[in-house]
């Protein structure tokens, strides 16, 4: 047994002062939570009642008796009446810099009608004033009543001085007006490019104004770049938004110029959501080059790693299909831009592999999926086994088949639940009864052994955890048709939700030791709600609300 001599009582004192000289306050903690509902994640320790943080860090899970020890006078304790916490949402899937621009674009995704759909866009032509672009707006023609995709004949004799170009809700394809294809040089004798592709009307040939995939890069390359102010200002809007939204951290699929952004606030010490940045395929020479490995950065941001696309999308009618489109039996759908010349994507992955690099590939349809499983099975030949976590982004419509080979390759399905009751309305309408079986086939591919990953891919679906996680439990369709779930087979138990936008976010990331879950010494990212989801009926999940978020053990959100 060890005797308590003077000295070493002497010591353990000093080394209790030097400990509270560690913390801002003085205090042996910062921030306590109590009499909460605590889920932990660690499946040692599922339940918990009070949490503590210093500097940043989680410094004890427990009882409330245990905390209330931790903390004299002075420290902030906040007493949360039996609401539930989490840890901070992870959404691994996001436009996050884009996010903050659409937060203050024209907001087109619940227009009612063509003349509703005009009548925004007219609004804000007003409130812009002339030469300025109207952009983003996630637009829905599934809303419109009757169902009918926008042409640029409603709009144009109310923007004569102002391009616009705004993208439906899942960004694969846009509305251009009149203005905006003239300044591009787009006209019906435009020749259309790989992976894209130009409307036009079926009876006279003109221009319909809608550009999908690589077409619309037509556009694009037209429009001024924001400055940097702008972008700082949008960056911060999103990460306010993820805030309300318990968001502590996101994966952000962009361009390489969002780094910059974030950078900038990570050193003025305003980025309070963790941004993991994942960089376009074709920039993977220069990512090998630098022999960096993925994850690269701070615990505030890092890039991950590289993004890449094989098809569109299921609402563009280009996710690639082995089968034809049911209510359009002309077209498959169409392989991305990225797919060509034939075989880039293949020396793309074998390139980024050898260099150790994380992939997020994009793949909606069947036969998208199963080629780019093709394509990381061969790698994984060719390179010889390693800790890969490789990612397929939404893994949306997949072969039975293939569902097990996502287990067998040991892959991430980085999937978006909201689409389930966005996109449950009308997908058989354009894929059949048979299809639909596997069609966001989340609990079969958690069964096979795939690690799902939730997001929202915001902006094409709202940044709201909580509406994942009911997407996911309960898969009612928004149109209310399906209240026992559509699909129901495929709805998950409420905490693999959970774990889906925490524990799995965190793994996918290379970052379970840092954060995920609450566990003494990791990050002290943390959201409460206020209500428990693991016992309301799943229904009522969607009315759940963010109490408060905590992010380095700093409270950015709501009150105590
Ligand atoms: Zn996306």
Same mark, same amino acid.
């Not at 170009?165 to 960004?171: A, E, T």
């Not at 089968?323 to 010349?341: A, I, N, R």
């Not at 409420?494 to 030791?513: H, I, L, P, S």
């Given at each position: 047994?060890?005797?308590?001599?003077?000295?070493?009582?002497?010591?353990?004192?000093?080394?209790?002062?030097?400990?509270?000289?560690?913390?801002?306050?003085?205090?042996?903690?910062?921030?306590?939570?109590?009499?909460?509902?605590?889920?932990?994640?660690?499946?040692?320790?599922?339940?918990?009642?009070?949490?503590?943080?210093?500097?940043?860090?989680?410094?004890?899970?427990?009882?409330?008796?245990?905390?209330?020890?931790?903390?004299?006078?002075?420290?902030?304790?906040?007493?949360?009446?039996?609401?539930?916490?989490?840890?901070?949402?992870?959404?691994?899937?996001?436009?996050?810099?884009?996010?903050?621009?659409?937060?203050?674009?024209?907001?087109?995704?619940?227009?009612?009608?063509?003349?509703?759909?005009?009548?925004?866009?007219?609004?804000?032509?007003?409130?812009?004033?002339?030469?300025?672009?109207?952009?983003?707006?996630?637009?829905?023609?599934?809303?419109?009543?009757?169902?009918?995709?926008?042409?640029?004949?409603?709009?144009?004799?109310?923007?004569?001085?102002?391009?616009?170009?705004?993208?439906?809700?899942?960004?694969?394809?846009?509305?251009?007006?009149?203005?905006?294809?003239?300044?591009?040089?787009?006209?019906?004798?435009?020749?259309?490019?790989?992976?894209?592709?130009?409307?036009?009307?079926?009876?006279?040939?003109?221009?319909?104004?809608?550009?999908?995939?690589?077409?619309?890069?037509?556009?694009?390359?037209?429009?001024?770049?924001?400055?940097?102010?702008?972008?700082?200002?949008?960056?911060?809007?999103?990460?306010?938004?993820?805030?309300?939204?318990?968001?502590?951290?996101?994966?952000?699929?962009?361009?390489?110029?969002?780094?910059?952004?974030?950078?900038?606030?990570?050193?003025?010490?305003?980025?309070?959501?963790?941004?993991?940045?994942?960089?376009?395929?074709?920039?993977?020479?220069?990512?090998?080059?630098?022999?960096?490995?993925?994850?690269?950065?701070?615990?505030?941001?890092?890039?991950?790693?590289?993004?890449?696309?094989?098809?569109?999308?299921?609402?563009?009618?280009?996710?690639?299909?082995?089968?034809?489109?049911?209510?359009?039996?002309?077209?498959?759908?169409?392989?991305?831009?990225?797919?060509?010349?034939?075989?880039?994507?293949?020396?793309?992955?074998?390139?980024?592999?050898?260099?150790?690099?994380?992939?997020?590939?994009?793949?909606?349809?069947? /036969? #998208?999926?199963?080629?780019?499983?093709?394509?990381?099975?061969? =790698?994984? *030949? +060719?390179? !010889?086994?390693?800790? %890969?976590?490789?990612?397929?982004?939404?893994?949306?419509?997949?072969?039975?088949?293939?569902?097990?080979?996502?287990?067998?390759?040991?892959?991430?399905?980085?999937?978006?639940?909201?689409?389930?009751?966005?996109?449950?309305?009308?997908?058989?309408?354009?894929?059949?009864?048979?299809?639909?079986?596997?069609?966001?086939?989340?609990?079969?591919?958690?069964?096979?052994?795939?690690?799902?990953?939730?997001?929202?891919?915001?902006?094409?679906?709202?940044?709201?955890?909580?509406?994942?996680?009911?997407?996911?439990?309960?898969?009612?369709?928004?149109?209310?048709?399906?209240?026992?779930?559509?699909?129901?087979?495929?709805?998950?138990?409420?905490?693999?939700?959970? /774990? #889906?936008?925490?524990?799995?976010?965190?793994?996918?990331?290379? =970052?379970? *030791? +840092?954060? !995920?879950?609450?566990? %003494?010494?990791?990050?002290?990212?943390?959201?409460?709600?206020?209500?428990?989801?693991?016992?309301?009926?799943?229904?009522?999940?969607?009315?759940?609300?963010?109490?408060?978020?905590?992010?380095?053990?700093?409270?950015?959100?709501?009150?105590?």
């Amino acid at each position: 047994m060890m005797k308590i001599t003077p000295v070493l009582t002497l010591i353990l004192a000093l080394g209790l002062v030097a400990s509270c000289k560690t913390s801002a306050e003085g205090n042996m903690v910062d921030l306590v939570l109590v009499n909460g509902k605590v889920w932990t994640g660690d499946p040692g320790r599922p339940w918990a009642e009070a949490v503590a943080v210093r500097d940043g860090k989680i410094v004890m899970v427990g009882t409330a008796a245990e905390a209330r020890r931790l903390s004299p006078s002075g420290t902030k304790l906040v007493d949360l009446g039996g609401s539930l916490v989490l840890p901070g949402f992870i959404d691994s899937h996001t436009h996050f810099l884009a996010g903050g621009f659409s937060l203050k674009s024209i907001q087109l995704r619940d227009a009612k009608d063509r003349q509703d759909f005009a009548g925004r866009i007219a609004a804000k032509a007003r409130e812009l004033g002339p030469g300025r672009w109207i952009l983003n707006g996630e637009w829905d023609h599934q809303q419109l009543n009757p169902v009918e995709m926008p042409r640029k004949d409603w709009i144009d004799a109310v923007t004569p001085d102002n391009p616009v170009c705004v993208s439906r809700l899942d960004g694969h394809m846009v509305l251009a007006n009149s203005l905006a294809l003239r300044l591009a040089g787009v006209t019906k004798d435009t020749p259309v490019p790989p992976g894209g592709e130009i409307d036009r009307d079926a009876a006279t040939g003109e221009l319909t104004g809608i550009l999908k995939d690589t077409a619309a890069d037509l556009v694009f390359a037209g429009i001024p770049e924001p400055s940097f102010a702008e972008k700082l200002e949008a960056a911060e809007a999103s990460i306010r938004h993820a805030a309300e939204n318990g968001v502590t951290s996101v994966d952000e699929m962009a361009d390489a110029a969002s780094f910059e952004v974030f950078e900038e606030l990570a050193r003025l010490g305003r980025l309070t959501t963790r941004v993991h940045v994942y960089i376009p395929i074709t920039e993977v020479g220069a990512l090998a080059r630098l022999k960096l490995k993925s994850p690269f950065g701070s615990p505030y941001l890092q890039i991950a790693g590289l993004k890449g696309f094989m098809d569109g999308s299921l609402g563009s009618a280009t996710a690639y299909f082995f089968e034809p489109y049911t209510d359009d039996p002309k077209t498959f759908g169409l392989l991305h831009g990225q797919m060509f010349p034939e075989g880039v994507m293949e020396r793309r992955i074998l390139e980024a592999d050898r260099a150790g690099l994380q992939l997020a590939i994009h793949a909606i349809g069947d /036969r #998208a999926n199963s080629m780019l499983l093709d394509m990381y099975e061969k =790698a994984v *030949a +060719a390179n !010889g086994p390693r800790d %890969r976590r490789w990612r397929v982004e939404h893994a949306q419509h997949l072969r039975p088949a293939d569902i097990i080979r996502f287990g067998k390759l040991g892959l991430v399905a980085a999937v978006q639940p909201y689409h389930v009751i966005d996109d449950g309305r009308w997908a058989e309408k354009k894929i059949g009864p048979e299809r639909v079986k596997t069609t966001y086939a989340f609990e079969s591919l958690r069964r096979a052994g795939a690690v799902l990953a939730f997001s929202s891919d915001w902006t094409v679906a709202p940044l709201s955890p909580i509406l994942g996680i009911y997407a996911a439990v309960t898969r009612r369709t928004l149109d209310g048709k399906n209240p026992g779930g559509w699909v129901p087979e495929e709805k998950v138990p409420v905490e693999e939700a959970v /774990r #889906a936008y925490t524990v799995n976010g965190a793994w996918v990331q290379f =970052a379970e *030791a +840092a954060k !995920g879950s609450i566990e %003494r010494g990791k990050l002290a990212d943390l959201v409460v709600l206020d209500r428990d989801i693991f016992t309301i009926p799943p229904e009522e999940i969607v009315r759940a609300k963010v109490r408060m978020t905590i992010f380095d053990g700093r409270i950015i959100y709501g009150k105590d």
